[in-house]
């Protein structure tokens, strides 16, 4: 499931990478700005140019798409410039 919301999560275009704020372990690799637990969390580095809240809730509902209805935290470690 990791590897599912990563892909879904580095597809949005105001997404540069993910931050090592959270990872996940999976045999012989390592998902880098990914927690699935109880919760979903996501660590991520944003472009600027797109109000941050709506970026946020596009990314929500992406995970959700690969996670189920399952609460997401998105942290947003950083911006760069588009």
Do not use: Q, W
């Not at 637990?37 to 996501?42: C, F, K």
């Amino acid at each position: 499931m990791s590897e599912g919301v990563e892909a879904a999560v580095l597809a949005h275009p105001a997404v540069a990478r993910l931050d090592d704020a959270f990872a996940s372990y999976l045999p012989g690799r390592r998902v880098v700005g990914v927690r699935v637990e109880g919760r979903v969390g996501v660590a991520v580095v944003l472009r600027l140019g797109r109000p941050i809240p709506e970026v946020v809730d596009e990314l929500r509902d992406r995970v959700r798409a690969v996670t189920g209805p399952a609460p997401v935290d998105v942290v947003v470690a950083d911006l760069v410039a588009a």
